[in-house]
């Protein structure tokens, strides 16, 4: 695996981490069992949690909390974009991801809008990568109305894609 798919891979677990952090960060954590989705979220990452503990406290589990393992399939399942920057070689990279449905697509790139209303308009990278069932495919499975998961690199204000996932 080359430099970018090891980049793509961090991104999109820190992305993930990302948006499981994001909501919880105005509130002050009161015990340590508090902090377990950032800690679960940070281990995703590589950060070691050791002195946090990363399991619900007791008062938390009659609660009805989550535990770690749940957050983290809640995590990979529920990102629906983001960026982050990481340390390549020789120069820090802007990782970006998406999940959504392609809005318009052309033979210079194509549009994804997530869920949330955010949409991002990406060029085709090099290299390309594209996905479907574990498979390598053409851009000829690149449809209007695919559902597809998207990851990149930012260079200014353009975003150009090098891994593309589409859903069955």
């Not at 946090?52 to 589990?61: E, L, T």
């Not at 529920?78 to 990279?93: C, F, R, S, Y």
Request: hydrophobic share 40%; charged share 25%; with cysteine.
């Amino acid at each position: 695996m080359n430099r970018s798919g090891k980049a793509l891979i961090v991104a999109a677990a820190l992305t993930a981490a990302l948006a499981g952090c994001g909501a919880a960060a105005t509130e002050s954590p009161s015990s340590p069992g508090d902090v377990a989705t950032e800690a679960v979220a940070l281990q995703a990452v590589g950060f070691t949690t050791d002195d946090v503990d990363a399991s619900p406290s007791p008062a938390a589990k009659d609660k009805g909390d989550v535990r770690p393992r749940v957050v983290r399939k809640l995590l990979r399942r529920n990102a629906l974009h983001g960026e982050v920057t990481v340390q390549a070689k020789d120069a820090t990279k802007t990782v970006v991801v998406q999940r959504g449905k392609i809005t318009a697509v052309d033979d210079k790139g194509l549009t994804v809008e997530s869920t949330d209303g955010f949409k991002l308009t990406w060029a085709y990278g090099d290299p390309l990568r594209i996905v479907q069932q574990r498979k390598a495919v053409d851009r000829t499975a690149l449809k209007t109305g695919a559902e597809i998961g998207i990851g990149g690199v930012q260079n200014g204000e353009a975003t150009a894609a090098r891994l593309i996932v589409v859903k069955k």
